[in-house]
């Protein structure tokens, strides 16, 4: 009776090692938070390009951030995303010079997703950009 009872503890030890071991190395990704701030939202003309930089709140690994503007001008606006040291950096190609377009950039964790605007009313008229902070 105790060879039975040592190795129903043996057993049941075992078992109980095994289910707390990681699966594989697969961790479930970070939640985002309810509020993410943007800060330090700037401005720049690269050629034709508008280049908006921004700090998001949410950053590095785990998390990826796209960006989207519209109306996209007949789909001819095209806009790339980069992420590098905590920098968001959007660049914005073909702009419509008449009407006003909107940017928002979303961010997701792989499972859920926030999208936050960036700025309305951009314009690209003569080398000159008006646009209206929405952060």
């Known amino acids: 009776m105790l060879i039975c009872g040592v190795l129903t503890m043996l057993s049941g030890y075992c078992t109980l090692q095994n289910s707390e071991a990681p699966s594989g190395g697969i961790t479930a990704p970070a939640p985002l938070p309810d509020t993410i701030v943007i800060s330090g939202l700037t401005l720049d003309i690269d050629g034709i390009a508008l280049v908006f930089r921004f700090v998001p709140s949410v950053s590095g690994e785990g998390y990826e951030w796209s960006a989207s503007c519209a109306p996209d001008n007949n789909g001819l606006t095209s ?20 009407d006003g377009v909107t940017l928002s950039a979303t ?29």
Do not use: K
């Open 79 to 98: 806009v790339e995303t980069t992420t590098d040291g905590g920098i968001c950096t959007v660049r914005l190609l073909n702009v419509s010079r008449y």
């Open 107 to 135: 961010v997701t964790n792989g499972t859920e997703s926030r999208s936050i605007c960036l700025a309305t009313d951009i314009c690209f008229r003569d080398n000159t950009v008006t646009w209206s902070s929405e952060v």
